[in-house]
T-cell receptor, first 113, second 114 residues
Framework: GDSVTQMEGPVTLSEEAFLTINCTYT??????LFWYVQYPGEGLQLLLK?????DKGSNKGFEATYRKETTSFHLEKGSVQVSDSAVYFC????????????FGGGTRLMVKP | GAGVSQTPSNKVTEKGKYVELRCDPI?????LYWYRQSLGQGPEFLIY????????DSGLPNDRFFAVRPEGSVSTLKIQRTERGDSAVYLC????????????FGNGTRLTVT
């Protein structure tokens, strides 16, 4: 079946550092790929998505590129802020399966001033 | 506007008891999803409604779990004969349609079975 693997946390960075959170997936066909974020005390919210190979999703300074050849969707940000501290989840949905998502285990990011 | 609302926010019950968890989606959202998140893991899909009908219930773990959405708005997840392994955060999410619309999640109901 489909699966998503992401790097374990916590990831601890200083403010303005470069962030990469790795995500790889296993799926048949052409899934859509997502990053969701959960800030402390809040519900999950969509950060960005990509629906086909080589697409780049971006939002709030975060980017991720859909790489079919490496089955990856790594999350990056050039300069993190304390307010980016949260848990980040990589997820996929099979082609034409709407929002029936398979999530990775989540990566906690802690940004220190 | 109001987001997805889930009640109660916390529920503690004894093993073997019956529980109901409620989800109020965003008004006008036709698609509604239930997920379960165990400690330290990502959410797992349980069931998806399009309107009043369950479009896909392949994620329900066994027949102790059941969900309804009788009027196409509020949904209730029902768990019979609860077991300690059912302890988790149950998340509800809604979207405008089936495909392509972003999911809006509630804050979840934390269920603890003692």
């Amino acid at each position: 079946g489909d699966s998503v693997t992401q790097m374990e946390g916590p990831v601890t960075l200083s403010e303005e550092a470069f962030l990469t959170i790795n995500c790889t997936y296993t799926a048949t066909g052409y899934p859509s790929l997502f990053w969701y974020v959960q800030y402390p005390g809040e519900g999950l919210q969509l950060l960005l998505k990509a629906t086909k190979a080589d697409d780049k999703g971006s939002n709030k300074g975060f980017e991720a590129t859909y790489r079919k050849e490496t089955t990856s969707f790594h999350l990056e940000k050039g300069s993190v802020q304390v307010s980016d501290s949260a848990v980040y989840f990589c997820a996929l949905s099979p082609y034409n399966a709407g929002n029936m998502l398979t999530f990775g285990g989540g990566t906690r990011l802690m940004v220190k001033p | 506007g109001a987001g997805v609302s889930q009640t109660p926010s916390n529920k503690v019950t004894e093993k073997g008891k019956y529980v109901e968890l409620r989800c109020d989606p965003i008004s006008g959202h036709t698609a509604l999803y239930w997920y379960r998140q165990s400690l330290g893991q990502g959410p797992e899909f349980l069931i998806y409604f399009q309107g009043t009908g369950a479009a896909d219930d392949s994620g329900l773990p066994n027949d102790r779990f059941f969900a309804v959405r009788p009027e196409g708005s509020v949904s209730t997840l029902k768990i019979q004969r609860t077991e300690r392994g059912d302890s988790a955060v149950y998340l509800c999410a809604s979207s405008e349609g089936a495909t392509g619309s972003p999911l809006h999640f509630g804050n979840g109901t934390r269920l603890t079975v003692t």
